[in-house]
Structure formats: C-alpha cells, structure tokens
C-alpha cells in the first residue's frame, strides 16, 4: 500500500514537471489538489443528501433554472465559438492535430477555451444540486453522478497536460450539445405553455448519439496511425465516448423503439441533469 501511495505521488510529480508553462498560473491550475476535493466534497454531499433534505420540502427553483439554464446556454454557446475560431475553423486537422504549446495568439485562445471548458465542468455541478433541493433523488443516479463528479478532474489534466490539438474535438462537439440540450430545458422550465416548442427532444437525442459515434471514430485513427499525442488522452476520450454511446443508445431503443418507454413523455437522460422533467431513469 505505501508502495502504491509513492507511486502515485512520483507520478503526479511526473505530471507536474511536464505541464504546460503557459497554464501555470491560471485560476485553480497550480494543483490538482483543489478540484479533486470539490468533486470529493460533491460525492459527499449527494451521499448525505437524503438524510438533510428528508424533513425538507422541495424547494421551488422554477426561475432559478430559468436564469441557470439561460447562462448555461450563453456559456456553452461561447465555448463553442472558441473551439471553433482557435483551432476547428483556425486550420485544425480532423487527422493528427499536435497540442501547439507555443506563446501565439491563436494558441493561447485554445489553451483558454480549453481552461473555459474545465470551469464549466464546476458549475454544471450545480445539475444535481437542483435535483437534490427539489428532492428528485430518482434523478441522481450512479450515471448521472460519476459523469459529472469525474468530469472536472478529467479536465483538469487535459488543461495541464494538452490544452488542445486533438482532443479538443470532443470539447467542441460536447459545447454545441450542451448549448442545444440547455436550450431544451430553459424551454421545458417556462412551464406547460412553453411544451408545443419542445417537439425537436428525439432529436436531440440523436444528436447526442452522434456525437459518441464521430468522437469514437476520431479518436480511433490514432490507434493505427503515428501522431505526436498522447495516447494515454486519446484511450481515455474514447473509453468514455464508448460508455456513453451505450447507454445513449439503450435510452433510444427503450425510450422511442418499444411500445411502453421508461422514461415519462420520451424525456431525454440528460434532461434530469436541471430538473425539466421528471424521469424515471437517468444516464
């Protein structure tokens, strides 16, 4: 065991001595140590959350969402732009595309969308925290929880390790989803008037679909082709794109192929990530 404890210790120092310069000195990038404990503290929080909100009553947050989701879509929405313009439409390779860690404008942008991206995986954190004060715990599932509870420390060695080049593709496709399922779930949050504009939520669902599918394609090529990335970040984007396209794509068949779906009114998983809709599963 203490064997393992140095061993990890030499190899977060290995990380360390290997980071990006350029990152140094960006808000919550000195260390690891503070993302990991706020993922800690919301694995904690959602643990003992049934015990504080039991002789609680839900609490209405219908215009809180309303505003939540509105910036949510203003932020998503800008991230998006940002990929684009510093790297996708800037002169990125859909083939082997290099983290470029030089002092240039254009690189910096995307070091800077990339960091963006990171802080946005926090305050998506506030998801279930909406759930839990309007006591949906039937929507903070082990899915629901382990995506957003990995996602920032995930990010975090992505910013300090390789802020851009090819992993950003994901990034890039995961900003326009968000900005297009935020969209839906300010629209769901305005009430039943607001219902006749949601008409597009199977394909959102599809969207999603797509985006597991191209970002497995794209990070496949580099398992046959020679590209100066590190393979470790490729093996690790494309594991988790594989684990969502799974259950995106059981969500579908159950939701839209048989006769009686799981899910209330063909709600889409990751629409109990605000509280739009009340489901009976959730990714």
């Given at each position: 065991m203490e064997s393992l404890v140095f061993q990890a210790l030499d190899g977060y120092q290995s990380i360390l001595d290997n980071a990006d310069p350029r990152v140094q000195n960006w808000f919550m990038m000195q260390s690891a140590v503070p993302s990991f404990v706020i993922c800690l503290a919301y694995f904690i929080f959602v643990w003992v959350s049934p015990a504080l909100m039991k002789n609680r009553k839900p609490m209405e947050l219908r215009r809180i969402l309303m505003v939540y989701n509105l910036a949510m879509v203003a932020l998503s929405s800008?991230?998006?732009?940002?990929?684009?313009?510093?790297?996708?439409?800037?002169?990125?390779?859909?083939?082997?595309?290099?983290?470029?860690?030089?002092?240039?404008?254009?690189?910096?942008?995307?070091?800077?969308?990339?960091?963006?991206?990171?802080?946005?995986?926090?305050?998506?954190l506030l998801d279930t925290v909406f759930f839990i004060l309007r006591k949906k715990f039937n929507q903070v599932s082990?899915?629901?929880?382990?995506?957003?509870?990995?996602?920032?420390?995930?990010?975090?060695?992505?910013?300090?390790?390789?802020?851009?080049?090819?992993?950003?593709?994901?990034?890039?496709?995961?900003?326009?989803?968000?900005?297009?399922?935020?969209?839906?779930?300010?629209?769901?949050?305005?009430?039943?008037?607001?219902?006749?504009?949601?008409?597009?939520?199977?394909?959102?669902?599809?969207?999603?679909?797509?985006?597991?599918?191209?970002?497995?394609?794209?990070s496949s090529q580099l398992l046959i082709i020679d590209c100066n990335y590190p393979i470790v970040f490729v093996y690790w984007i494309g594991l988790y794109a594989v684990i969502f396209l799974v259950m995106f794509a059981n969500f579908y068949i159950q939701a839209y192929r048989k006769p009686k779906a799981p899910y209330e009114n063909g709600a889409t998983p990751h629409q109990a990530r605000n509280g739009s809709v009340t489901n009976k599963k959730l990714s």
């Open positions: 800008y991230t998006f732009y940002e990929f684009l313009m510093s790297g996708w439409l800037a002169g990125y390779s859909l083939g082997c595309q290099p983290v470029d860690y030089s002092n240039s404008p254009q690189a910096l942008r995307m070091a800077r969308a990339c960091w963006l991206f990171y802080i946005s995986k926090f305050i998506e082990f899915l629901h929880v382990f995506h957003h509870g990995i996602m920032p420390v995930s990010w975090w060695f992505g910013v300090k390790l390789v802020p851009g080049g090819f992993g950003t593709f994901h990034s890039l496709l995961n900003s326009f989803i968000h900005l297009m399922m935020y969209t839906y779930y300010g629209l769901s949050a305005m009430g039943p008037a607001f219902q006749k504009y949601l008409w597009w939520k199977k394909y959102m669902t599809k969207m999603q679909i797509t985006q597991f599918i191209l970002v497995v394609i794209h």
